[in-house]
């Protein structure tokens, strides 16, 4: 008998059903991945498990027993925990003070320091994990923050953790220490929920996975007994092949020219420290860094969102180290930022709303100070099919839409400007694979339109694949720049972390 039976569990949104007669079953001390496309259901059926959605059909079974998930506390009663993609952390507050809120231990009125600290280093000892504990989070990295957050499910006794999507930002490093760590928890009998987008995660660390297309469950497969193609082919329908433009790939002129850039970050300290670069016509240049070293505030900037300390932007020769976003963007410049949902999209606005939200102000979407609704609603019922985006209607709420289509959402909007310049930062992070193909194609034909792009991300697979030019951050300078022809994963490793690269 299964440890977690979720029986035929439908649940319906308007103008679609997210999940449609579900069912999963997962063993005591599995880790079970669970994978499909963006809005096939995988989200809204473990919010349905941590009490966040209630199901309109089915049950769900724990240990054997009818379990009924009126909300998250019922779940962290029942030993039910759960990692989001967002940290639910207090940026403020200690790693400790994190971990043991909402259940401190008390002496008198107070919060008795002693006794959580020995019982959340038990737990942290038990796993091999070590943290600063009075470090503020606002202070710490990606990793140790999720580590936080493991430990503060932990500490509350959960016996099942869900972990929606937990390596889109973190470095190939900590998603393998992750994934010890996962090992290490299965051994003492935690079981563990994966939704990923990343099938080698899936082949790397669990035991079993289950495919959902479309609100449906379309196979369950071990994983010694499967393959990442199979998988893959089980959640689009179809066997994906790639795409490549034709065009030239010869370099042209310079589109973008950054000399002796220096920014400050939202603490006042040096972000960036005389950052040159350059991105030419018909080039793609990838920008490597562990995150946290300049890569957001290098965006920022050459976006025209923070200001310069020192320095100079220029897009196709004209500088714009004072210019204002729009300025920038009449220059043709195009912008996928790395937040989809603080910095891509308003979330309560409608998707139509947002596919015109940087070009509502001129033709053909306004006239005469007014909008044109007919014209927008018909823009953005061509720019969803396009792009293969995932929403009821051009009329719903962007926070309707799961994550990976709100990405798709602003790659959309972003590439149907027509730029002469990209800037992708993180494109790909948390998209399935499907979408994944069609973003990389669509930068391959910019490239091959004589276009140029600059793609910041955590992925080095994904840099080698698709850039000319590899250029590495780290602690805010460059720490080296090689073709792709002569760089290998070793060598970035080096370079990101401080060392120094082999010579070519």
């Known amino acids: ?62 240990g054997g027993k009818p379990f009924r998930v009126r909300s998250p506390s019922d779940a962290i009663k029942a030993g039910i925990g759960m990692v989001h993609q967002s940290f639910q952390l207090v940026p403020s507050m200690s790693a400790l003070e994190n971990i043991v809120l909402g259940a401190e231990p008390r002496h008198g009125f107070l919060l008795d320091r002693a006794s959580a600290h020995s019982t959340v280093l038990e ?41 929606d999507e937990p390596t889109t930002v973190l470095t190939a490093q900590e998603a393998e220490q992750l994934f010890d760590l996962f090992r290490r928890l299965a051994a003492r009998g935690v079981t563990i929920i994966l939704i990923t987008h990343k099938l080698q995660e899936v082949m790397a660390v669990s035991r079993r996975v289950t495919i959902i297309r479309r609100g449906h469950v379309v196979g369950v497969r071990d994983t010694s007994g499967t393959s990442s193609s199979e998988i893959a082919r089980l959640m689009v329908g179809e066997d994906l092949e790639e795409k490549l433009p034709t065009g030239s790939n010869q370099p042209g002129q310079e589109l973008l020219s950054v000399r002796g850039l220096r920014v400050t970050d939202s603490r ?44 100079s932007v220029a897009i196709a020769g004209h500088d714009v180290t004072n210019s204002s976003v729009r300025q920038r963007r009449s220059a043709g410049l195009s912008l996928i930022p790395a937040d989809r949902n603080t910095e891509g999209v308003s979330r309560p606005s409608s998707v139509q709303d947002n596919a015109i939200s940087t070009r509502y102000q001129s033709a053909p979407f306004s006239a ?14 061509r720019l969803l099919s ?24 602003v790659v959309a909007r972003e590439l149907d400007a027509d730029p002469q310049l990209l800037l992708a930062a993180y494109p790909s992070r948390g998209v ?21 792009v600059l793609l910041i991300s955590e992925d080095l697979g994904e840099i080698l694949d698709l850039a000319d030019r590899v250029l590495v951050l780290y602690n805010g300078r460059v720490a080296g720049e090689v073709p792709v022809s002569k760089a290998n994963v070793h060598d970035l490793g080096e370079l990101m972390t401080g060392g120094t690269a082999r010579a070519p």
């Open 368 to 381: 005469g100070g007014l909008l044109l609704f007919k014209r927008i609603g018909e823009y953005a019922r």
């Open 386 to 409: 396009a792009f293969q985006v995932v929403a009821p209607g051009p009329r719903a709420r962007a926070a309707n839409l799961s994550g990976g289509n709100i990405q798709k959402l």
């Open 1 to 62: 008998m299964a440890y977690l039976e979720l029986k035929g569990i439908t649940k319906r949104f308007p103008g679609i059903v997210a999940n449609d007669n579900v069912d999963l079953a997962v063993e005591k001390g599995e880790i079970h991945a669970l994978v499909g496309e963006n809005g096939a259901g995988k989200s809204t059926l473990m919010r349905i498990l941590y009490g966040l959605e209630q199901p309109d059909e089915g049950e769900v079974r724990l």
């Open 123 to 163: 737990i942290a000892d038990q796993l091999n994990i070590t943290l600063p504990w009075d470090a503020r989070v606002r202070d710490l990295s990606l990793g140790p923050q999720q580590r936080v957050e493991i430990l503060k499910v932990l500490y509350r006794r959960a016996t099942l953790l869900i972990f």
């Open 432 to 452: 399935d694979i499907r979408s994944t193909n069609l973003i990389h194609e669509k930068l391959r034909e910019l490239r091959a339109q004589g276009k140029g």
């Open 268 to 311: 006042g300290l040096a972000a960036l420290k005389d950052v040159n670069l350059t991105v030419r016509q018909g080039e793609i240049l990838g920008v490597a860094g562990i995150e946290g070293n300049g890569q957001h505030e290098l965006v920022h900037a050459i976006a025209g969102l923070i200001p310069v300390q020192a320095g």
